[in-house]
Antibody, heavy 120, light 112 residues
Framework: QVHLVESGGGVVQPGKSVRLSCAAS????????IHWVRQAPGRGLEWVAI????????HYADSAKGRFSISRDNSRNTVYLQMNSLRPEDTAVHYC?????????????WGQGTLVTVSS | IVMTQSPDSLAVSLGERATINCKSG????????????LAWYQQRPGQPPRLLIR???TRESGVPDRFSGSGSGADFTLTISALQAEDVAVYYC?????????FGQGTRLEIK
C-alpha cells in the first residue's frame, strides 16, 4: 500500500536551515506529484508546496516563496523540502502527501509527518 | 481561494446527524468538466488527515456510507448521518481547483 515516511525534523535555531525528506513506497513514485503540507501545533492545515511527477514544475504558498525549495529524486523515490531562513512561525508538523493524478491538486494519501521546531 | 467552514466546533449525540458547512470565496465548479474541485478530510487526534470525499460528493473506498458530501459552486456540506464514537475528529474542506491549494480552518466534532 501507499507509504510515505518523512524525516529530517528537529529543533532548529531561527535563521538556520533544514532539509526534510519524504521516502515513498507502494506505488509508482515517478507517476505522481508530491505535496508538502504543514500544521502548526493546535492549528489547521496549511499547504506549502507541490512538485510535479517529473520534477519540472513546482508551486509554492506565499509563505514559502523565496525561502523554501521542493525537489525530488525519482531514482531514490524521495522528495525533499529545503527550508531556509527559518522563523518561529515555521514551527509545525510537516506532512508529505501524494497528489492524486497528474495535473490534479487533489491529495489522496498522507505521511505521518515530521515536527520542525524553530527555537533558540 | 479562501475556504470558510462553519461551525468551528460541534457536539452531537451518538447516533444523531452532524452537519458541517464549507463556503469557498469563489466557485470551484469547473466549466470544462462540470466537476466541483472540493474535498473533505478527517483528522483524528494524533493522526494525519485522511481523504473522505472528492469532487464534493464522491466517497473514497472504505469510507462508511454514513458520510456524504453535497453542494456545488461555492457552498458545500459534509453530513454524518448517524454519529459513531470513531467519528470524533477535526474535519477540513479543501479546494483543489487551483494553486495555492487552500483548506478551511477545520471543524472539531465531539460527542455530546
Amino acid at each position: 500500500q501507499v507509504h510515505l515516511v518523512e524525516s529530517g525534523g528537529g529543533v532548529v535555531q531561527p535563521g538556520k536551515s533544514v532539509r526534510l525528506s519524504c521516502a515513498a513506497s507502494g506505488f509508482i513514485f515517478s507517476g505522481y506529484s508530491i505535496h508538502w503540507v504543514r500544521q502548526a501545533p493546535g492549528r489547521g492545515l496549511e499547504w506549502v508546496a507541490i512538485i510535479s511527477s517529473d520534477g519540472t514544475t513546482t508551486h509554492y504558498a506565499d509563505s514559502a516563496k523565496g525561502r523554501f525549495s521542493i525537489s525530488r529524486d525519482n531514482s531514490r523515490n524521495t522528495v525533499y523540502l529545503q527550508m531556509n531562513s527559518l522563523r518561529p512561525e515555521d514551527t509545525a508538523v510537516h506532512y508529505c502527501a501524494r497528489g492524486h493524478a497528474p495535473g490534479s491538486f487533489l491529495i489522496d494519501f498522507w505521511g505521518q509527518g515530521t515536527l520542525v521546531t524553530v527555537s533558540s | 481561494i479562501v475556504m470558510t467552514q462553519s461551525p468551528d466546533s460541534l457536539a452531537v449525540s451518538l447516533g444523531e446527524r452532524a452537519t458541517i458547512n464549507c463556503k469557498s470565496g469563489r466557485s470551484v465548479l469547473s466549466s470544462s468538466d462540470d466537476r466541483n474541485y472540493l474535498a473533505w478530510y478527517q483528522q483524528r487526534p494524533g493522526q494525519p488527515p485522511r481523504l473522505l470525499i472528492r469532487w464534493a460528493s464522491t466517497r473514497e473506498s472504505g469510507v462508511p456510507d454514513r458520510f456524504s458530501g453535497s453542494g456545488s459552486g461555492a457552498d458545500f456540506t459534509l453530513t454524518i448521518s448517524a454519529l459513531q464514537a470513531e467519528d470524533v475528529a477535526v474535519y477540513y474542506c479543501q479546494q483543489y481547483y487551483n494553486s495555492p491549494i487552500t483548506f478551511g480552518q477545520g471543524t472539531r466534532l465531539e460527542i455530546k
